[in-house]
């Protein structure tokens, strides 16, 4: 059975992947309210693609399928900037939304079920070498080796790797499935001559 929750919602130009992480600059009122709340009681907020309008000003229109997000270090060099780095838990559809008086967006989201893990076919396994070099350039430690072997978490990797559009991020996130997710990453690597050795 799906499970239904009530959580503000944080409509971004750009994607969250279920276990990325993401740096934000809060100060907007609303935010930085919304914020307070989410490190005071450690809950969390939703992080979705604005479809309609802007991040600051009138509340934007979000698409429907966003992710879960929750603070995992917080700094506030100044006062009225709190800065903030978010890391992506469970995805979720918008089933209801509506706007407080601050302009803060709510909603009703019922949170998909993590993807299964399931291990990298062999017509991709080339993508977990490209991930390997990808990490070493950016000074990264390589992750364990059953994390790059488990299909849906190299997929959502590769969404944050590639610099993708954010209209194609979002189609990436709302694909059920990661196989075939993982299908469209390996084509625009192989267009992008990252397979290459």
């Known amino acids: 059975m799906s499970q239904i929750i009530e959580i503000p919602l944080f409509p971004l130009h750009t994607v969250l992947f279920p276990e990325g992480a993401l740096p934000l600059r809060i100060f907007e009122p609303r935010y930085m309210d919304m914020a307070k709340v989410c490190l005071r009681d450690g809950s969390a907020f939703g992080i979705?693609?604005?479809?309609?309008?802007?991040?600051?000003?009138?509340?934007?229109?979000?698409?429907p399928v966003g992710t879960v997000a929750r603070i995992a270090e917080w700094d506030m060099p100044q006062l009225g900037l709190l800065e903030v780095l978010v890391r992506g838990e469970q995805r979720f559809r918008v089933i209801e939304r509506w706007v407080e008086n601050s302009g803060?967006?709510?909603?009703?989201?019922?949170?998909?079920?993590?993807?299964?893990?399931?291990?990298?076919?062999?017509?991709?396994?080339?993508?977990?070498?490209v991930l390997r070099r990808a990490m070493a350039m950016a000074g990264e430690?390589?992750?364990?080796?059953?994390?790059?072997?488990?299909?849906a978490?190299?997929?959502?990797?590769?969404?944050?790797?590639?610099?993708?559009?954010?209209?194609?991020?979002?189609e990436l996130l709302e694909t059920e499935e990661c196989s075939e997710r993982l299908a469209e990453i390996f084509r625009i690597c192989a267009g992008k001559g990252l397979l290459e050795t």
């Open 48 to 63: 979705c693609l604005i479809a309609e309008g802007k991040e600051v000003g009138q509340p934007a229109k979000p698409h």
């Open 104 to 129: 803060l967006l709510r909603a009703r989201v019922e949170l998909w079920p993590n993807e299964p893990r399931r291990p990298v076919a062999d017509e991709y396994s080339r993508l977990v070498a």
């Open 153 to 170: 978490w190299l997929s959502y990797r590769f969404c944050e790797l590639l610099d993708l559009a954010p209209a194609l991020c979002q």
């Open 141 to 151: 430690e390589p992750p364990p080796a059953d994390r790059l072997d488990d299909a």
